[in-house]
């Protein structure tokens, strides 16, 4: 285990090996209740542990329940950082294949076109955005977009439905201009 050679004293390797395995199936469920992925998950237990290690002298006694809430909340912030970390990665990666290709024109994405695309996804209205981006770049159900974003499921369905509207209108419009460019008009 990489993690036993941050510390140097042996009472706290000792102490560090019985916390990881008491309490790692603990954490590991704490991170799936933010996270949702066995994977990301399982990071974050392990960010989890290297803050643990790193701050192994604030540790109590093992058994106590202050200790148990400690390692608790580190788990957590580490996977609400994980969740943080892949929600702007995703902002930064969606992709117009991941709006709903079935109500898209068909076009070829040149990178100027591509970059149209993005910059139509970026000035959606916040409200139509925020929806979208759940939806389609985190994979998010309609009734778990309902809950994060404090409305109701109908209003998550209606948004990504006037979302793609808008954004097929923009789409539109930037095939328009780029057409009349290329025409030299």
Do not use: W
């Not at 959606?124 to 977009?145: C, G, H, Q, T, W």
């Amino acid at each position: 285990m990489i993690l036993l050679t941050i510390t140097d004293n042996p009472k706290d390797r000792t102490k560090f090996c019985i916390l990881y395995e008491k309490y790692r199936y603990l954490l590991h469920k704490v991170a799936m209740d933010v996270l949702h992925d066995r994977y990301l998950a399982e990071d974050a237990v392990q960010s989890a542990f290297i803050k643990i290690a790193d701050n192994i002298a604030k540790v109590g006694e093992i058994d106590s329940r202050q200790t148990k809430s400690y390692l608790i909340v580190i788990a957590k912030n580490a996977a609400i950082d994980i969740s943080r970390k892949r929600k702007r990665q995703m902002k930064r990666e969606i992709n117009a294949d991941e709006i709903g290709e079935e109500k898209l024109p068909a076009v070829c994405m040149e990178s100027d076109l591509e970059n149209g695309v993005l910059d139509i996804l970026k000035n959606l209205p916040e409200k139509y955005r925020d929806v979208f981006l759940l939806k389609y770049s985190a994979e998010m159900e309609n009734s778990e977009i309902a809950k994060v974003c404090g409305i109701k499921e109908a209003t998550v369905r209606q948004r990504i439905a006037r979302g793609k509207v808008l954004i097929e209108n923009e789409i539109r419009n930037l095939e328009a201009s780029r057409h009349e460019t290329d025409r030299g008009d």
